[in-house]
């Protein structure tokens, strides 16, 4: 299953994704948030449309998360470029809802930041309530999809600061999509990358994360109840590094797509 939210005559949609003749295109109008049906989109109300290419539609972000859980420091390689200890537990922190940025949208640098950092990393959207799953419990069910996040950081401001609040949460700096998609396997390795105008600057693999997914979906549920559409960022790899105005910033996760940014100054 595929889907992803749109805008179409002033209003938001959520739309599946299916390929037609060999392209992607928005095939049917979901009338609710397919985590409002557990992941049923075939159980939902709907109606036909007339296909939309997705790469003209008007997207907008493919989740309205009650939060976003971000975890840092889950590649070892990354840890040591900036300077820290591999952790021992993982390292939890929040971006805002206000932050999130739709595909194509542009990344604003704040006047009181010299220094802003791409961090392409794999999303994952959760699919219904949880709070304390238990070691035994599979969490995949959990699970709605998988999505492109780009968590932009302030990295003077994140050195300046004891905690990241202000760093990691500028509106524009959550970048998320282009669609939400089950079709591929972070446990068995997903090639997470970025380039920064056609240059490739990260590339990594789920299957080198320090804290598996299983294990970071347990260890948030035990602190805070995970709701449907919650968006969890599961850390980026090694290679991270400045953009300016005028850079353009792709995200790309094996068989999800590109989320793709351009960067300018803040007006
Ligand atoms: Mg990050």
């Not at 993982?90 to 930041?113: A, D, N, Q, V, Y």
């Not at 920064?196 to 294990?215: C, E, H, K, M, Y």
């Not at 805070?224 to 980026?236: A, K």
Request: net charge negative.
């Amino acid at each position: 299953m595929r889907y992803c939210r749109f805008e179409q005559s002033g209003s938001a949609h959520y739309g599946l994704v299916e390929s037609v003749a060999g392209r992607d295109q928005i095939t049917r109008l979901l009338l609710q948030a397919p985590h409002t049906s557990q992941g049923d989109v075939e159980g939902l109300p709907s109606r036909r449309m007339d296909h939309i290419p997705l790469a003209e539609a008007s997207l907008l972000p493919p989740v309205e998360p009650s939060k976003i859980v971000c975890i840092g420091r889950n590649y070892r390689e990354h840890a040591a470029e900036l300077g820290h200890e591999v952790p021992k537990e993982p390292l939890l922190f929040f971006k805002p809802p206000s932050s999130l940025l739709p595909p194509g949208g542009t990344i604003l640098r704040p006047k009181i930041s010299e220094r802003i950092d791409y961090e392409g990393e794999l999303g994952v959207v959760i699919a219904r309530s949880c709070h304390k799953l238990a070691n035994s419990e599979d969490v995949r069910p959990y699970v709605l999809g998988y999505t492109c996040v780009n968590d932009f950081t302030a990295r003077d401001l994140q050195n300046k600061d004891s905690q990241w609040t202000r760093a990691k949460g500028f509106d524009t700096f959550c970048p998320a999509g282009p669609l939400v998609t089950d079709g591929l396997d972070p446990w068995a390795g997903v090639q997470v990358e970025t380039r920064v105008n056609g240059q490739v600057r990260q590339s990594g693999n789920t299957r080198d994360f320090i804290f598996a997914l299983d294990v970071i979906l347990r260890y948030i549920s035990c602190v805070m109840t995970l709701n449907p559409g919650d968006l969890i960022s599961t850390g980026t790899p090694q290679g991270v590094g400045p953009v300016s105005a005028g850079d353009v910033v792709e995200v790309s996760v094996e068989g999800i797509g590109v989320l793709r940014s351009p960067v300018a100054d803040e007006a």
